[in-house]
């Protein structure tokens, strides 16, 4: 069953519509009646727009513009416009065709013939063959204050083209289907589907998807994931000793119904309660996750995770390994975009043990895209990628390519796609650093190019079981840009200059907090130092660190409650106030002069591994387990906003 509704004019009209604003510009025209009228004030609207008697949902904002001598308008959202009465035949009247100038304007007609004219505060009449739209009816304007031709429209009529068939960029249900009118207005395209798993469904008045998780904004909280198993040691990647998991924390306050497929199968079903968390495991993908290589492409190779409420979800590769493990904060789809940097760790060249990264498809046809950094030029060659890491592949819905080094060091490569995509970088076993034992399997979800940002307050976590004591890391930053220049406050002795994108910095074994930011959009990774390297318990794992921009007030997150010990490491503005599960936080320590400190807050066991942190100000957060030989550390969230180069 079809269904059309309106809201105002799309984007595709800017063009057009400017044209009609170059009528009256920002000037407003003045309209003369003998009759006297009152006085109307307008604003910008999102409500529906009438043409020919019929509405249609589009996305601009709509303006119905009449003028009194000497009125005027002006801005970019909203306009102000006065009619009123003149002293001049009431024969003679003129039409309106004023609006913001980022936006269509609309065109209001009080009365007259074909003769009536569109002019300007100063006089102007429209531009010769000019089309505006009046009450359904399409008119080319003369140049002179009249009209050539004047066209009853039997469908809609869109300023800037005329009579057509929908309005361009206007919007209507076909079932779960929304369809979008062609820029031509002549027909209807595919728009988004509103998936029932995600409890969405199409609304007719509003000719969009409604639903809980409809117009998610760009977080980590989402309705639907891809959970994606990875390259991990072959003694630890095997069920029922060790399982490869998905934990799903319920952020809203209704029951979350949960439907994980894989391809056109359906995997399992469950229902997460309320502010609660459920942990799921998932079978293996042996293709993705045994072996040393070669570079392999797995048809429906991921997993696919949709709730009908907002969710968090976490995969862990394996969930109760106690020799090597890891675990990512997965992305919703909703944030995904096209352009990724790769954070990963050497290929272990003694031992022959790879690393890895792994690209996620969500729309069928998709082109990546991969430009190896100056490191990253040594990879097995498979599935269209070359051996010097180049290639282009062409992946579907569901379908994973995961891309294995035969030597150097596959940080920094670029992965590029032009429809979106997920990607993980990681490691299959390393040490941290390459000389102390010993090996744990790395991986994180990679934040997109898009939401990178030019500042990072790095931290160290702490020692197990010496908690008072901080645990060694080894840290690298990452150019996104050529020439890229960063500062260290406090200075940490190591190079600032970065000459090509994906080029990086590496750290060693340190103990130091910072910040680190440039001109530039840099991405930061940090890595666990291996147990034998004397900072306590537990092996590597790996983290990216959230940039101060992408900080939030709030977090629902997880902790696997079988690790020795759980902790989530919170840094805050200096003077903030944050809570734990509802617990003050205190024993903040200063970060040099960057005016920010950091606590770390030991995490209990006891209930389902579901916690919340709440702050007056933004604050960024990471979470992390330690067992004798194992561990796993990720962000507990973030923000994932669109920042400019």
């Known amino acids: 069953m079809m269904t059309r509704s309106t809201l105002g004019f799309a984007s595709t009209l800017l063009a057009t519509s400017a044209l009609v604003v170059a009528c009256g510009d920002s000037a407003v025209a003045t309209v003369t009646d003998s009759t006297p009228t009152e006085t109307e004030t307008e604003g910008t609207t999102a409500g529906p727009a009438t043409t020919n008697g019929s509405s249609q949902n589009t996305t ?46 609309t065109t209001s007609m ?3 013939s074909s003769t009536d004219s569109t002019t300007t505060g100063g006089g102007e009449f429209c531009l010769q063959g000019e089309i505006v739209c009046e009450e359904g009816i399409a008119k080319v304007c003369d140049g002179m204050g009249g009209w050539e031709e004047e066209t009853p429209c039997d469908e809609e009529c869109a300023d800037g083209i005329g009579c057509v068939f929908c309005v361009p960029g206007a919007t209507q249900c076909n079932d779960d289907q929304v369809e979008v009118c062609n820029n031509q207005g002549d027909g209807w395209e595919p728009g988004e589907t509103c ?32 959970p994606t198993v990875t390259l991990q040691y072959d003694l630890y990647n095997s069920s029922p000793k060790d399982d490869f998991a998905v934990a799903v924390a319920n952020t809203s306050g209704e029951a979350a119904n949960v439907t994980v497929t894989r391809g ?8 997460v309660p309320a502010n609660s968390v459920q942990v799921t495991t998932l079978p293996w993908v042996d293709p993705l996750t045994k072996g040393n290589g070669p570079t392999v492409k797995v048809t429906d190779g991921a997993y696919r995770l949709r709730s009908d409420q907002p969710v ?39 031992l022959n043990i790879p690393s890895f990264y792994a690209v996620v498809a969500k729309e069928d ?13 040594q990879v097995q060659a498979g599935a269209g990628v070359a051996g010097n890491g180049t290639g282009q592949v062409s992946l579907d819905e569901g379908d994973v390519l995961e891309v294995i080094s035969a030597g150097g060091d596959l940080t920094g490569t670029i992965v590029g796609a032009d429809k979106p995509i997920q990607v993980f970088g990681g490691h299959k076993c390393t040490n941290v650093p390459f000389n102390q034992f010993a090996c744990d399997h790395l991986e994180e979800s990679m934040f997109p190019i898009e939401t990178l940002a030019k500042e990072y307050v790095v931290v160290p976590p702490v020692q197990v079981p010496n908690n008072n004591l901080d645990k060694a890391q080894m840290v690298r930053v990452i150019a996104s840009e050529d020439d890229t220049q960063l500062v260290f406050e406090p200075d940490q002795g190591v190079n600032t200059n970065l000459a090509n994108a994906g080029d990086f910095v590496e750290l060693p074994t340190t103990t130091a907090a910072f910040k680190v930011s440039s001109e530039k959009k840099i991405m930061v990774a940090q890595f666990m130092v291996g147990q034998g390297a004397g ?19 709030n977090y629902l997150f997880f902790a696997e409650t079988n690790w020795v010990e759980n902790f989530v490491d919170i840094i805050a503005p200096d003077g903030a106030t944050v809570t734990v599960d509802g617990q003050a936080v205190n024993g903040w320590t200063p970060i040099g002069g960057t005016g920010f400190s950091v606590g770390h807050v030991k995490l ?26 194992g561990s796993y550390w990720f962000p507990g969230g973030l923000d994932l906003n669109l920042i400019p180069q």
């Open 365 to 377: 046809g998709t082109t990546v895209t991969l430009n190896p950094s100056a490191t990253g030029g």
């Open 312 to 350: 968090t979800v976490y995969q862990f590769n394996p969930l109760e390994s106690t020799t090597t493990n890891d675990a990512s904060l997965l992305l919703p789809v909703n944030t995904w975009q096209n352009n990724y940097m790769i954070a990963t760790w050497g290929h272990w060249t003694n």
């Open 60 to 105: 601009g904002a709509t303006s119905n513009q009449t003028s009194g001598t000497d009125a005027s308008s002006s801005g970019t959202g909203s306009t102000s416009n006065t009619e009123t009465s003149g002293s001049t035949d009431p024969a003679t009247t003129a039409m309106t065709s004023v609006g913001p100038s980022t936006g269509p304007a």
């Open 604 to 629: 209990s066991n006891g209930g389902d591994g579901s916690h919340s942190v709440e702050a007056d100000q933004k604050v960024g957060i990471s979470v992390y387990g330690v067992q004798s030989a």
């Open 195 to 226: 998936d029932g798993l995600q409890g969405l469904s199409c609304d007719a008045d509003l000719g969009q998807c409604v639903g809980a998780c409809a117009n998610l904004g760009l977080s980590y909280i989402g309705c639907d994931y891809y």
């Open 264 to 271: 056109a199968n359906t995997v399992t079903q469950f229902s």
């Open 535 to 553: 900072y306590g318990t537990s092996d590597p794992s790996m983290l990216l660190t959230v940039p101060a921009e992408q900080y939030r007030t």
């Open 110 to 112: 009080t009365s007259g």
